[in-house]
């Protein structure tokens, strides 16, 4: 059991972020990476639409016997997750819950979340840390163009900066203790965000969070491959090279991509 693949699947390569977290915490585990270029920006979509995404995408994962899956994308962790995690029969993991619990029992007082539109309108965030604990504020910031700005890059350009600005300057007027990076592909952004914030420990990635708890739970689960050194595979549902090209940026792993059409993956 323990040699099977773990899935880690975004809607591109914001979900790189996640995945070299994960090896760093579990390196000889085999990863199945899924980037789902041709229907990037998950954020903008509508949940019917999300949830169709996620079952075709957990379908693939099911036919290639993944032993757990890791949604690397804060809007499917945000919107589908909850009601769709009992119905496959693998462990499926989520970006929210682990860094609710760290930032509930933290001493901040006033939390930033930034994140793609459709986490934003979920309250995902503010409803797991205020369920933990409510003295904290939550202020969830929506950021439509950022995820565009990040699979098209653009990361060093006048127009990133100009959209940074925008998003995090009311956040940090409202004298926020962190800023959680509510979108896997934001820490392509860390560098220009954390010029503004002045304080390199402000921004917190959920990427952290999720793998100390993946990595505990397959302990639990038995599922841990010690066994092996950990073999990485890239698939993406189009542009192959421009993912590599963005990717490799944030994950000198992410070289050899292949393109394939899930629909068409799961009728062989
Ligand atoms: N990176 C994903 C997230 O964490 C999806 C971004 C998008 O495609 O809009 O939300």
Redesign the pocket.
Known sequence: MSNKPIGVF???V??LTVLKRLAEELPNENYLYFG?TA???????TREHLFDIVREILDWYKSKDAKAVIM???????VVLDEIKDDYNFPIFG?IQPTAEYVAYSNAAKIGVI?????AKSQAYSKTINKLNPEIEVFETACPGL?EIV?SNKIETYEAKKLVIKYIMPLLEKKVDKIIL?????PYLREIINTLTNDNEMLIDPAEHLALKVAEDLILLNLINDDSEGKREYYVSSNAPMFAEVGRHFYEDCKEVKEISLAEAMKI
């Open positions: 975004d809607s591109g914001g979900g789902d229907r990037v920006p998950y954020g903008e979509k690397a994308c804060n809007t499917s962790s945000a970006l994140s793609t539109t459709a986490t995820v699979e509510g979108c896997t592909h934001y």
